[in-house]
């Protein structure tokens, strides 16, 4: 959800993209040269449709990236098969052989404006023990290994940098694999 982007208050399937950590490098889907998408039936920045809604039907989407071995370009895979672009390997000078980190979750910005946690929720704004239907989740988390096979995470490691604004919760199970469950709703009477 990106109001200053987008002008409204949807989430969106984006693509983002920095080889410094957001130090002076980066773009948002097709708006400079970086990602590069190779099909028109995914809408990159479209709004997200249908959405899952609280205490009611829930509607996951299937996203995988994995490096090409033979050009080293990072491809984009949504649902099952529909391969959307890539990002080339030469925006990468760290990613020439492997990622050494992968990172899931959620993200907000927080400028503190008048001294106050933004109000910002993040996915459905509710905390993460709220659990299925109420909070958001990321399931079946798998990782692309050196030979492009699938395999599940070994160990994952939770973070929230405030968990009175936002947390997680994790588990294991036959049917999502490896899980997580995280949100909250920003600025409440825990985060000031």
């Known amino acids: 959800v990106s109001p200053e982007l ?6 969106r399937f984006f693509t983002y993209w920095t080889t410094d950590a957001y130090q002076a490098t980066g773009c948002y889907n097709l708006l400079c040269s970086g990602f590069i998408q190779i099909n028109n039936k995914i809408a990159i920045g479209a ?16 996203i995988m990236i994995w490096k090409d071995p033979k050009h080293g370009h990072w491809w984009l895979e949504f649902g099952s098969g529909l391969l959307v672009g890539y990002w ?4 990468f000078s760290h990613l020439q052989s492997h990622a050494s980190m992968i990172q899931f979750g959620g993200e907000i910005v927080n400028t503190k404006s008048m001294g106050s946690h933004t109000s910002t929720q993040m996915g459905s704004g509710h905390f993460a023990d709220e659990g299925f239907g109420k909070a958001s989740y990321f399931r079946n988390l798998q990782v692309v290994d050196w030979d492009n096979s699938l395999i599940p ?5 939770l973070l929230a940098d405030h968990p009175d604004c936002y947390d997680i919760k ?10 997580f469950y995280y949100g ?3 600025r409440n009477s825990r985060c000031p």
């Open 170 to 179: 994790a588990g294991k199970n036959n049917v999502w694999g490896n899980y």
């Open 6 to 11: 987008y002008g409204d208050n949807y989430p």
């Open 47 to 62: 709004a997200i449709s249908p959405r899952s809604s609280y205490n009611s039907t829930q509607f996951d989407i299937g």
């Open 153 to 157: 995470l070994s160990n994952l490691h």
């Open 88 to 91: 080339p390997s030469v925006l």
């Open 184 to 186: 909250g709703p920003g």
